[in-house]
């Protein structure tokens, strides 16, 4: 038994066989999947898709990239969904410094403010970070951030980083990169991550894992990631799959 803790299958690289994509994910022991709305857009379709599903949850925030669309109501719009059943976090939110298409101080203020409203409603968080890390760090510290707890999703920062995320009871995620070849620092970080704070995700449709890297990735495929993190952990994919599927039942209080 797996859980794919970060998906996006709402997306319309879905839309000719979603159905399917689903069903393989069942098939190969996928039994919950978090699937990620991010602006106002998705997360309508994320939560229809929680709705139609038994085994998928939503989460509701407004991504950095898209940060200088949110209106004040959009927010008030988040804190009403955040009492919907299947919808189990805020994010993904945070920092990306990467594709810079919303200004560094508008992503501040909106990264703060739904940091506030997870602490309001009292919901976990899910972090997007690129490129932003010492910024991600110290306004979830400054915000405390620690009160709600979060998972730094498909983790590609150092072990430093990593450490500070640790200390304020986040967990860390691992996606398809840390499959890849050449991923010397996220496989030196996943060997240091406790076992107990450890998630795994695929963020399909991207980032598929070896051997599809560049492809479209599935939640089926987070099956690659459990085997490469036990290689890695020195364990058995078996017992990796449990405690990882324990992490996330616990993070997401999902039954
Ligand atoms: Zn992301
Ligand atoms: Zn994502």
């Given at each position: 038994?797996?859980?794919?803790?970060?998906?996006?299958?709402n997306?319309?690289?879905?839309?000719e066989?979603r159905?399917?994509?689903?069903?393989?994910a069942q098939?190969?022991?996928?039994?919950?999947?978090?699937?990620?709305?991010?602006?106002?857009?998705?997360i309508?379709?994320?939560?229809?898709?929680?709705?139609?599903?038994?085994?998928?949850?939503?989460t509701?925030g407004?991504?950095?990239?898209d940060?200088?669309?949110?209106?004040?109501e959009?927010?008030?719009?988040?804190?009403?969904?955040c009492?919907h059943?299947?919808?189990?976090a805020?994010g993904?939110?945070?920092?990306d410094?990467y594709?810079d298409t919303?200004p560094?101080?508008?992503q501040?203020?909106?990264?703060r403010?739904q940091?506030?409203?997870?602490?309001?409603v009292?919901?976990?968080?899910v972090?997007?970070n690129?490129?932003?890390?010492?910024?991600?760090?110290?306004?979830?510290?400054?915000?405390?951030?620690a009160?709600v707890?979060?998972?730094?999703h498909?983790y590609?920062?150092?072990?430093?980083?990593?450490?500070?995320?640790?200390?304020m009871?986040?967990?860390?995620?691992?996606?398809?990169?840390?499959t890849?070849k050449?991923?010397?620092q996220?496989?030196?970080?996943?060997?240091?991550?406790?076992?107990?704070?450890?998630?795994?995700?695929?963020?399909?449709p991207y980032?598929?894992?070896?051997p599809y890297?560049g492809?479209?990735n599935?939640?089926?495929?987070?099956r690659?990631?459990?085997?490469t993190?036990?290689?890695?952990?020195?364990?058995?994919?078996?017992?990796?799959?449990?405690?990882?599927?324990?992490?996330?039942?616990?993070?997401?209080?999902?039954?």
């Amino acid at each position: 038994m797996l859980i794919d803790t970060h998906a996006h299958l709402n997306a319309p690289q879905f839309d000719e066989d979603r159905q399917q994509v689903i069903e393989r994910a069942q098939q190969n022991g996928i039994r919950r999947i978090i699937n990620v709305g991010f602006n106002r857009e998705t997360i309508p379709s994320s939560i229809a898709l929680a709705e139609q599903y038994d085994f998928i949850y939503s989460t509701v925030g407004w991504h950095p990239t898209d940060a200088k669309d949110m209106l004040p109501e959009d927010l008030e719009w988040l804190e009403s969904l955040c009492r919907h059943e299947k919808v189990v976090a805020i994010g993904e939110i945070g920092l990306d410094y990467y594709w810079d298409t919303s200004p560094k101080d508008v992503q501040d203020r909106v990264f703060r403010e739904q940091i506030r409203l997870a602490r309001k409603v009292g919901m976990p968080i899910v972090i997007h970070n690129r490129d932003a890390h010492h910024d991600v760090v110290q306004t979830l510290r400054e915000e405390k951030a620690a009160e709600v707890g979060g998972v730094m999703h498909c983790y590609s920062g150092s072990w430093e980083t990593a450490k500070l995320c640790l200390d304020m009871n986040f967990y860390i995620s691992f996606g398809g990169p840390v499959t890849f070849k050449n991923a010397r620092q996220p496989k030196e970080v996943l060997q240091h991550v406790p076992l107990d704070r450890l998630l795994i995700e695929t963020d399909a449709p991207y980032l598929a894992p070896h051997p599809y890297r560049g492809k479209r990735n599935e939640s089926s495929y987070v099956r690659l990631v459990a085997e490469t993190a036990a290689e890695i952990k020195g364990i058995s994919v078996e017992e990796l799959a449990e405690i990882t599927t324990r992490n996330a039942m616990a993070f997401f209080r999902l039954k």
